[in-house]
Each structure stands twice: as structure tokens, then as C-alpha cells.
């Protein structure tokens, strides 16, 4: 008998068991010069289901050498194009010429596939995925109750991440290193479970990456060019908890069964988010019979039978959210926000009445807030987001109440500046904590609960701002120097060279900058000493870093970078005028939040040069 597999047998792996059996044992088989390539392909780009479809075909190759089979690769091998359009069917056309020119039987486990070759008038035998019945993987027998993930290395010694939200501690749990062929034995049993196992997902398949949701395990596999060794991530949720578990307020309650309708879930990574996440679902959906959704990416949220997980659909959350505004659930969990993109998909789907909530890296209470402005119109956030929830160490350690109002905001006092301000309360106690409000064309986010006296009223450091700004519009190049002494009095320091210009002809552009700003301008040359100096930065974000641009003028110098009067560090310019910092590190992030909060980055030269 001549077999024609497809690369769907060969990639489960059972083309191998198929020819052993009576009924196709001494076959021919042939393999299309299609399949190669896109297995090749595939393996090329680093995926699973590459490599384990070429194990596949040596194994065929033992076969045939022991005389189980004989075996023959025939046809052509398929253009670049041909094999990126393999899902419209182009290689799966190419198998069944193949099949048809050799009047042999074309194996697959591929229902379209079959579907397609009967009606051409092929000999098709379908073999439907295997169910396998459940039993642990390999990798589990790391895991114990006490175990949060697994972290698998070739050539380095088995690692874990034991105990709780907030008490977690990293520990070896192995004796020797793992070799690359143990790795790669384990990896390709995970896939090949993964196709198999109804409660199972492959949620990413990337060059060098598998993301797979394997029943209660969030799964990644690492391997070249993507890590620069194999590598394997399991991550297992140590206890599944309910809200009663958190002895939260019966006021929170109350709100959550009530009132909330846009949470954002906050905390740093490893801090519980996501657990309190899944404790808010099955609230919603035993407590209050609510309909419950999540959009996940990848979907590893432990909740019930009854809540639907949603993936990016053709790899888009926003066609994701285009379905459910069809569904029309009472409540959605987005899990996570990160990307821009993700903050306007939650807003629009809570604008559109659904019940909203989502889970956001932070490290400080306000920053869900922070993280959201400037990607939402200011004002819409209060009808975006009502309640902000932040867990630290597996606990909920503050609750944000989110409103919008018309005052004057605090620390101003002439009645004419009042606007629009969007309070954040402590929810407990409904103590004020901060407020976020446009000042000319700066957003503020103002702390206001801290009751120490601050060197500076919000309304001085708001004007020294303001009056930079509008000074550097006519003088754009060279430090600036501005002190607001008083609610009626500013000094403002620049070169000399460039008085006349903010003076103007008889005074016109000062008295024009007064009126605008509202108080007394004066203007006096800045000293030549560099200790003092202070001046604004300007900054790009280019691939995976952001950089600070000082020009080669000061290569080599060293400076103080700052946001406002905060100091963040200290660094040397480099040989291209530059300072350039990882994206990925935390003075990255808080530098990016401070562009997207229209504050200035500041550098000063170290007193010591």
C-alpha cells in the first residue's frame, strides 16, 4: 500500500504508530518535499511544532531501516511564498497532488484536509486528534503545594519560587543541571499533551517561543535565537481563594455588588493581582448570577467552568472585544493592561456599559490612575474607572474611590481658577488623596494627603512650569533657571544674551507673559557657575531604550537626572551625547510616565566637577 501522510500526522507525532499497524504495515510511505520545507520552516523559526514534526520523520527513517516500511520523499520543494501561505491551504493542496499523482492513500488528521481529498475523489483515511486520557506531566513532579513556578535551564541546576503572594522565595530543587536533550524531552512532551488535552491551549507559537495553557500550568518554552539556551517557565497558582478569604470591608462589598463598575486591580508582579482577580469573577458570577467573561493573553486565569476565557482573536484583543460587545456580558476581566492599546479597548467596552475589570502593574496606588491617563481623555476616566483596588503581599492595601468635580483645586485660591478635578479618595475613611486637573496645557496629578508642609505650594510649582514653558518657546536652546518666591512674585534666570529677547521692544513680552501667567516677573542673568546649573533634557524612546540627549558638547560629563526636584540618578554621557537606559528597568518606566504626564526631565551637572 502507498501512504501519503500530510504534516498534520506528522507533527502529533502518530504517523509512526500508524504504519506499525497490521493494516498498514510494509507500506510505502511518501513524504512530499511540501512537508519538509514547512516543517523546516517552522523549526526555522524556532517552533515546537517544527522539531517535533522532524523527530517525527527520522523515526520514520528507523523504520524504515529496520524494514518495518520503505519509504520515499518526492515532488518539489514549495517557494517562500507558497509556505507563508500555508494556512489558505497551499502546502495541503501541494500533499494531495502528491497523493492523487502516486494513487495513494492520503493520511491526515486534518479534517478539512479530508474533507477536501474525498471530494477530489481521493482514497482518504482520517484519523480524529486523539483524546489521550490525563495523566501528570513530567515537569510537575517539581511542583509541590508549596510551589508557585518552575524555572528549567540547560546546563543549570532546577530552580522553584516557593511560599505566598509577598513571602516567595527562590530555591534550588534539583542536585545536578539539566542537560539540553532532558529540556527538549520535556518541552516536546508539553506540546504534544497540549494538542491533545481538551482543557488544553497552545496560546503563543512565536519564533524561539511556545506559550502553552496546559489545564491549571501557565507553560513558556525559550529556546535560540529567541533565549540564548533552552529553557522552560511553569507557573501554577498555589490556592484558588474566594472574597471572603480577603475579610475585606462589608462597605467594599456592598460597592462591588453594587456600585463598581470599572476596577483596576494594581500591584507589582508576584504581589497577588491576579489571584484577587479570579476571587472578583466567581463573586460576580455565583454571588450576584452575573455573567462573567475574561479576555486573557495568555488565558491563565483559575476560574469556573461557567466563566468563558477569551484569547486575542486572530491575535487582536480589539476583535476579541468586538465579539463580547455582541455577547454583551455583565462583567469582563481584562487581564492585563499594559499597552495603550489595552487601556482604549477597556475604555471603550466600559463606555459601552459593560461591567469592567482590570489588572494593571503598578507599584504605588495612584500609578492605575497614572497608567491610564493621556491614553483616555481626562475627563472620561471617572466614567471609565470608579474603584481602584492595589495588592501588596497577597492583601488588599488600598481602595481608591475615583470621582469627577468642579472646585478650585488645592493649594490654588483665587475662585476664577476653578475646572474640572477628578478626586481620588482613600475609600475607607474618604480622606482626599490626590487630584488630577489640566493647568494651561499640563495634566497634574497633585498629591494632597500628605500632611507635612511642602517647600512649595501646588500653584508655585505649577507657575514655575508654566513660565518655563512659555519661555522656552522663545528662547529654545540654554538652561533655565525659574523660582516662584511668592503667590504674586517669579525670578527667572537666563543668559544674558537672551534677556532682550523675553524683555522685548518696551517691555511688550514680559507684560504679555505676567498677564498670562498672573503674577510679577523678574528677569536676571544666570551665573556662570556650573554647580547650579539646571536644565531640561530632551528625550526620545527608540527601540528598547529610552534616551536622554545632551549633544557631544558633554560627552563624558556626569549628571544628576531628575523629574521636578525628584532625584532619579546619576549618570555619565556617552560617547554619542547620549544617556540611554533599558526600557525594561524601572527608571525607564518612570521617566516614560513622566512624558506622558507632561513633566519635564531635568538634568544637573555633579557638584564635583
Known sequence: MKIVPDTSVI????????????????????????????????????????????????????????????????????????????????????????????????????????????????????????????????????????????????????????????????????????????????????????????????????????????????????????????????????????????????????????????????????????????????????????????????RDLQVGNEITQYAPLEKDMQKTADILLLVRPDYTIYDELRKSKDFRIFADMRLAGVGMIGVVHATRPIDAIQRIIGRVELGVIPSVVDTTIFIDQGKVEAIYDVKLTVKVPTGMLEADLARPVIEIRNFENEELVHEIYTYGEQTIVMDVGDTTIPSKTPVQKIAEREIEREIKKKVPGGPIKVKVKSDKRAQVWIKEKHIPKIIGKKGKNIDELEKKIGISIGIEPLESKKVEETFEIPVEITGNYVVLNFGKNAIGVAFDIMIEDEYLFTATVGKKGTIKIKKDIELADMIIEAMGNNLPVYARLRADQ
Open 11 to 298: 507533527v502529533d507525532g502518530r504517523i509512526t504508530k500508524i504504519v506499525q499497524e497490521e493494516e498498514f504495515r510494509g507500506s510505502e510511505v511518501i513524504v512530499t518535499e511540501a512537508v519538509v520545507s514547512e516543517l523546516e520552516y517552522q523549526a526555522n523559526r524556532g517552533r515546537e511544532s517544527g522539531f517535533n514534526g522532524l523527530e517525527e520523520l527520522k523515526n520514520l527513517q528507523k523504520l524504515q531501516q529496520r524494514e518495518v516500511i520503505s519509504m520515499n520523499f518526492v515532488g518539489r520543494r514549495p517557494t517562500l511564498d507558497e509556505i507563508s501561505l500555508s494556512r489558505g491551504g497551499e502546502i495541503d493542496a501541494m500533499i494531495r497532488n502528491t497523493a492523487q499523482e502516486h494513487d495513494a492513500v492520503l493520511v491526515t488528521s486534518d479534517r478539512v484536509q479530508a474533507e477536501v481529498g474525498k471530494a477530489q475523489g481521493l482514497d482518504v483515511v482520517y484519523i480524529r486528534p486523539e483524546v489521550m486520557e490525563y495523566h501528570e506531566l513530567e515537569i510537575s513532579k517539581y511542583f509541590d503545594p508549596q510551589t508557585m513556578s518552575v524555572h528549567l535551564k540547560e546546563n543549570v541546576v532546577p530552580m522553584a519560587k516557593k511560599g505566598t503572594p509577598g513571602n516567595i522565595e527562590l530555591v534550588e530543587i534539583g542536585s545536578k543541571p539539566l542537560k539540553h536533550s532532558k529540556i527538549h524531552g520535556m518541552a516536546r512532551e508539553i506540546v504534544e499533551r497540549a494538542k491533545s488535552d481538551f482543557k488544553s491551549f497552545i496560546e503563543i507559537e512565536m519564533e524561539g517561543a511556545t506559550v502553552i495553557q496546559f489545564r491549571e500550568y501557565r507553560i513558556s518554552i525559550a529556546r535560540p535565537p529567541f533565549s540564548e539556551g533552552f529553557e522552560i517557565t511553569a507557573v501554577r497558582p498555589v490556592a484558588r481563594v474566594s472574597l471572603d478569604d480577603y475579610k475585606l470591608p462589608e462597605k467594599l462589598v456592598e460597592r462591588l455588588r453594587d456600585i463598581a463598575k470599572g476596577i483596576l486591580i494594581s500591584g507589582s508582579p508576584g504581589a497577588g493581582k491576579t489571584t484577587f482577580a479570579q476571587a472578583i469573577a466567581d463573586f460576580f458570577s455565583k454571588e450576584l448570577k452575573a455573567i462573567v467573561k475574561t479576555m486573557e493573553s495568555p
